[in-house]
């Protein structure tokens, strides 16, 4: 999705550069999906994660670590915001494990994140685009779905707000957006099969996220302005809801 970003969505993100530090990790599926489909090879999920053959592992870091890196750090150029590309696999910024070897092949989760490395980055004002790759102990890269890269490193760097970016407004039951929701009621949602596909991994990694640290983790859309009315706009996932005054 991130490939895909409106020319307003930057406009907010430089706005909340201006409050916030950011570090940008990316995903993209969709062109993914496209040269996969362009090269004749099939593409497989399990439970909303992309099962990585060592074909398709070539594309994807050719994807992800080439041009989706290029076009985002591009962008935000043109939008007078310094970024550098980073591949997780380089440099020792996330270290990982396979996550199933048999049904996903290799796909990996995040055993540990360099917070050193993109701290560094920040600290030179530089915006780090991060591509979700690991290598493990026996230095194999491995593909890590962008939503498990990005609550590893909120959590690594002690994030106070993490931002899951997608091509919806937000949770929706409905037609509906949901404004606030908790762990709870996510689990319900999926369950009820109201929450599916590639929205899984995202909501769980948002949970996972949770923190006393980082009490709220966003789902916001990529296809419109991040901010209204001084207030990020999508769905608010809190580990309890917000008591109303009354």
Request: with cysteine.
């Amino acid at each position: 999705m991130l490939d895909q970003l409106t020319t307003s969505f930057y406009a907010s993100f430089q706005d909340i550069l201006k409050h916030y530090r950011c570090i940008v990790v990316h995903g993209g599926g969709p062109s993914i999906t496209d040269l996969l489909g362009r090269l004749n090879i099939e593409g497989e999920f399990h439970e909303g994660l992309r099962k990585t053959t060592r074909e398709t592992l070539e594309v994807v870091e050719m994807v992800l670590g080439g041009k989706v890196s290029g076009q985002i750090t591009g962008e935000l150029a043109k939008h007078g915001v310094k970024a550098v590309g980073v591949k997780g696999s380089e440099t020792t910024l996330l270290r990982a494990t396979y996550m199933n070897r048999e049904k996903l092949d290799y796909v990996g989760k995040v055993d540990y994140v360099n917070a050193d490395l993109l701290e560094h980055l920040l600290e030179g004002d530089y915006v780090p685009v991060v591509s979700p790759f690991g290598k493990t102990d026996d230095h194999q890269t491995v593909n890590i779905n962008a939503d498990v890269a990005a609550a590893a490193i909120a959590k690594a760097v002690q994030a106070e707000k993490l931002l899951f970016v997608t091509d919806v407004p937000g949770i929706l039951v409905d037609d509906q957006v949901i404004q606030d929701t908790t762990p709870e009621e996510i689990s319900s949602l999926i369950d009820g099969g109201i929450i599916y596909g590639g929205m899984i991994p995202k909501v769980q990694s948002a949970v996972d996220a949770l923190s006393d640290h980082m009490q709220e983790v966003l789902i916001v859309s990529g296809e419109d302005a991040l901010v209204e009315e001084d207030k990020i706009k999508g769905t608010s996932i809190r580990a309890k809801r917000k008591e109303k005054i009354k």
